[in-house]
Nanobody
Framework: QVQPVESGGGLVQAGGSLRLSCAAS????????MGWLRQAPGKEREFVAA????????SYADSVKGRFTISRDNAKNTVYLQMNSLKPEETAVYYC????????????????WGQGTQVTVSS
């Protein structure tokens, strides 16, 4: 139905910034709630941010509020995650996910997943 593909990960020093991109093909991109979730080594996958179909509703994990910004460009079928003031503990694989439903912080409620992109924050 929809196939997300992430890009933009890499190595950054603590305090630095990265912007992740997620391009999605398939059904009209504007139909989907889009989320970013991350998984650090040895830890469970955790919610980072999400945005609804129109971009009018966003949600963030408390740990990233004020530093990360999720946005979308439906004309380009792309969602972004701007990450500022990155911390070493935020080293993880970052996943883009999609669902035909409301914004949710629960990983199991997302139906379509990208392959992930590695973000490494050095101290």
């Amino acid at each position: 139905q929809v196939q997300p593909v992430e890009s933009g990960g890499g190595l950054v020093q603590a305090g630095g910034s990265l912007r992740l991109s997620c391009a999605a093909s398939g059904r009209p991109f504007s139909s989907y709630t889009m989320g970013w979730l991350r998984q650090a080594p040895g830890k469970e996958r955790e919610f980072v941010a999400a945005i609804n179909y129109s971009g009018g509703i966003t949600s963030y994990a408390d740990s990233v509020k004020g530093r990360f910004t999720i946005s979308r460009d439906n004309a380009k079928n792309t969602v972004y995650l701007q990450m500022n003031s990155l911390k070493p503990e935020e080293t993880a694989v970052y996943y883009c996910a999609a669902r035909l439903g409301p914004v949710t912080r629960s990983a199991r409620e997302y139906d379509y997943w990208g392959q992930g992109t590695q973000v490494t924050v050095s101290s």
